[in-house]
């Protein structure tokens, strides 16, 4: 049984910068895509970005394209998401997930379903 943990969530300003990362125990993420989702309070469960087990596919929702980059280290365990230029609208728990489906826009969907999750790690955007 896979266990995911996020790490790196913060309160930081607008237009500040995050790394999140995210790792396993009890089974290593190399076979599954990983994405990472986050929830708002009050707000639907939103898909941020996602990565193929090879990190030769990656998506990202609209509201984050062109700031966020996601990516993996195979070695490490780990998976990344990086945040640049964050908005108030940026805040929010996010989510590690894992799943042996590929990454593709579907995957980012609402109420999709993976494998495992994470806890989440809380991320906060204020001045």
């Known amino acids: 049984q896979m266990q995911l943990v996020e790490s790196g969530g913060a309160l930081v300003q607008p237009g500040g910068s995050l790394r999140l990362s995210c790792t396993s125990s009890g089974e290593r993420l190399t076979y599954y895509a990983i994405a990472w989702f986050r929830q708002a309070p009050g707000k639907e469960r939103e898909g941020v970005s996602c990565i193929s087990a090879a990190a030769d596919v990656k998506e990202y929702a609209d509201t984050v394209k062109d700031r966020f980059t996601i990516s993996r280290d195979m070695a490490k365990n780990m998976a990344y998401l990086e945040m640049n230029n964050l908005k108030p609208d940026d805040a929010g728990v996010y989510y590690c997930?894992?799943?042996?489906?590929?990454?593709?826009?579907?995957?980012?969907?609402?109420?999709?379903?993976?494998?495992?999750w994470g806890q989440g790690t809380q991320v906060d955007v204020s001045s």
């Open positions: 997930a894992a799943d042996l489906l590929m990454c593709g826009p579907s995957r980012l969907r609402p109420g999709v379903q993976y494998d495992y």
